[in-house]
C-alpha cells in the first residue's frame, strides 16, 4: 500500500477514541509493519517520565533486550539529544549502534515533539539495505504529528 492511501488510515486509528492511547500505537505499528515490505521492526520509545533515557512503548516485530536506551545511546538515544530524524542506510557502518537482531540492515528514527519537546519517537528496522527515502521520512513525520495530538 502507497504512503498516500495509507495516510487516511492512520488518522482513522489516531481517532479511534474508544481504544486507549497505547492500542491505537500498537495498531499504528501493526499496519505499517503489514503493509510496507521494508518495514520489519516498527515500534514507540518514549522519554521515561523525568529519567535521560528512553523506554519501549508498544511495538511490532521481533522482542529485543533493549526496553530502556540512555540518551545519547544507538540510534534512538541519538535522536533523544539531537532532535534531528536519523536515517540509517547500513547499520554496520554506525559506531554509535544498538543491534537488536542480525537480520537488520536499516533504520530510521523520527522524533515526535509535543509543545516543541522531544518526547520520543518512532523507529523502524528493515532487512533491507539503504531502503529509505525522503518520502519515509515525510510519511513518518505525518504519523509522529498525529501521534503527538492524542498524548
Ligand atoms: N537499533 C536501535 C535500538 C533499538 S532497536 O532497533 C529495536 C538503536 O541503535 O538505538
Partial sequence: MTF????????????STEKTVEE??????????????HYNWVGFYF????KNEL??????????????IPFGKGICGQ???????????????????IA??????AEIVIPIFVNGENIGQIDIDSNTPDP???SDERFLEFICKKVASIL
Avoid: W
Fill in 4 to 15: 498516500t492511501s495509507l495516510k487516511p488510515l492512520i488518522e482513522t486509528l489516531i481517532s
Fill in 55 to 68: 523506554k519501549l512503548g508498544p511495538y511490532v516485530g521481533e522482542p529485543t533486550d533493549h526496553t530502556i
Fill in 24 to 37: 491505537r500505537l500498537k495498531n499504528i505499528c501493526e499496519l505499517l509493519e503489514s503493509e510496507i515490505p
Fill in 100 to 105: 537488536c537482531s542480525i537480520s537488520v540492515k
Fill in 132 to 134: 529509505f527515502t525522503e
Fill in 79 to 97: 535522536v533523544a539529544v539531537s532532535n534531528a530524524n536519523f536515517v540509517v542506510p547500513d547499520v554496520a557502518a554506525q559506531d554509535n549502534y
Fill in 47 to 50: 522519554k521515561n517520565g523525568d
